[in-house]
Nanobody, 124 residues
Framework: QVQLVESGGGLVQAGGSLRLSCAASGSIVSIRAMGWYRQAPGKQRELVATITSGGGSTNYADSVKGRFTISRDNAKNTVYLQMNSLKPEDTAVYYC?????????????????WGQGTQVTVSS
């Protein structure tokens, strides 16, 4: 009943920028925290950044602090990740995550949802 769709990935040279978007749709009642995670080949999925429901609090992995900025537009149920000064080690599949309360046929449910992922490749 809920879908998360990422966009904005691609190939960029080191030092360049990309902006990822993730739009949530479906029978959404509310969305609490949203975030971005990434998984590089042969590595575990890791947290990149999170943002609270009102956008007042954010959290970043040390490796991206000062380069990446997470934001959200609650009217559009969308979370963004602005990535600047990209490095080859940022190459990964980026996934968005959202803590969503949604309507089913008979009651409300709440759990984490994941997008399908978008590839980011940074060339040296």
């Amino acid at each position: 009943q809920v879908q998360l769709v990422e966009s904005g990935g691609g190939l960029v040279q080191a030092g360049g920028s990309l902006r990822l978007s993730c739009a949530a749709s479906g029978s959404i009642v509310s969305i609490r925290a949203m975030g971005w995670y990434r998984q590089a080949p042969g590595k575990q999925r890791e947290l990149v950044a999170t943002i609270t429901s009102g956008g007042g609090s954010t959290n970043y992995a040390d490796s991206v602090k000062g380069r990446f900025t997470i934001s959200r537009d609650n009217a559009k149920n969308t979370v963004y990740l602005q990535m600047n000064s990209l490095k080859p080690e940022d190459t990964a599949v980026y996934y968005c995550n959202a803590d969503v309360t949604y309507r089913s046929a008979v009651h409300y449910n709440r759990h984490d949802h994941w997008g399908q992922g978008t590839q980011v490749t940074v060339s040296s």
